[in-house]
C-alpha cells in the first residue's frame, strides 16, 4: 500500500429511514463536527448556504500528533438523495502541494445513498491523497514505515467513518423511535437514569 496509489476505506450502514431523511442529515456540513472528535467546526465560504456543484466550505481540524490544521473543500459530486462528495484542499499550502485545486485534493469524501429493504443504505467512503498532506509528510520523515503509516490513518479515518455513519442513523432513525415509544419509553424513563 502506498500513499501514491490513492488508497481508501468506506464503510456503510442500513438506516430504516428513507433516503430524503437520510439525505437531509448527510448534507449538513456540520454533521461530522458534531460527531467527529478529528473535525472540530465547518462553515459555507463565499456566501454559499448549502450543497452545491462547485461550493466550499471551511473545516477546522485538530489532532492529537496532527496538531490543528485548516482545509476548504470543494463540492464535486452531488446528485440529491443518491451522491454527496467533496475534495479536501489545503488554502494555506501547509504541506507544499501548491494552489488549493480540488482537482488535486489531500482527500476525496463521499456519501452515497441507496434505497434499500425500506429504508437507506449508506456509505461513506475517503481516498487520501493526491495532493501532499499530513500523511504524506509523515511519510516523508518515516518511509520505511509508509504501509504502518498508511494502516494507522487509514483506521482512524475508518473509526470515524463508522462514527459518522452511527451518528446519521441514530439521528434518522429517532422520529420512527419516537412514534413507537408511546408507553413502554414512559415506564420505562428512568431505568438508565445515573448508570
Do not use: C
Request: proline content about 7%.
Amino acid at each position: 500500500m502506498r500513499y501514491a496509489d490513492g488508497p481508501g476505506v468506506h464503510d456503510e450502514v442500513h438506516i430504516d429511514a428513507a433516503p430524503a431523511e437520510v439525505w437531509r442529515l448527510v448534507a449538513d456540513i456540520g454533521l461530522p463536527a458534531r460527531i467527529s472528535t478529528e473535525l472540530q467546526r465547518v462553515e459555507w465560504l463565499d456566501g454559499a448556504t448549502g450543497p452545491v456543484l462547485g461550493a466550499a466550505f471551511e473545516g477546522h481540524n485538530r489532532h492529537p500528533v496532527g496538531g490543528e490544521w485548516r482545509t476548504v473543500s470543494y463540492i464535486v459530486a452531488l446528485e440529491p438523495e443518491r451522491l454527496f462528495g467533496w475534495a479536501v484542499t489545503d488554502p494555506d499550502n501547509r504541506f507544499g502541494g501548491g494552489v488549493a485545486d480540488p482537482s488535486y485534493p489531500l482527500a476525496t469524501w463521499k456519501f452515497e445513498l441507496r434505497p434499500e429493504d425500506g429504508g437507506t443504505l449508506l456509505r461513506q467512503s475517503v481516498r487520501v491523497g493526491p495532493a501532499p498532506s499530513g500523511l504524506s509528510a509523515a511519510i516523508g520523515r518515516m518511509p520505511d514505515r509508509e504501509e504502518q503509516i498508511l494502516a494507522m490513518r487509514l483506521g482512524e479515518l475508518g473509526e470515524g467513518i463508522r462514527a459518522t455513519l452511527e451518528g446519521v442513523k441514530r439521528l434518522a432513525e429517532e422520529p420512527a423511535r419516537e412514534a413507537g415509544a408511546g408507553t413502554e419509553a414512559e415506564a420505562g424513563a428512568g431505568a438508565g437514569a445515573g448508570a
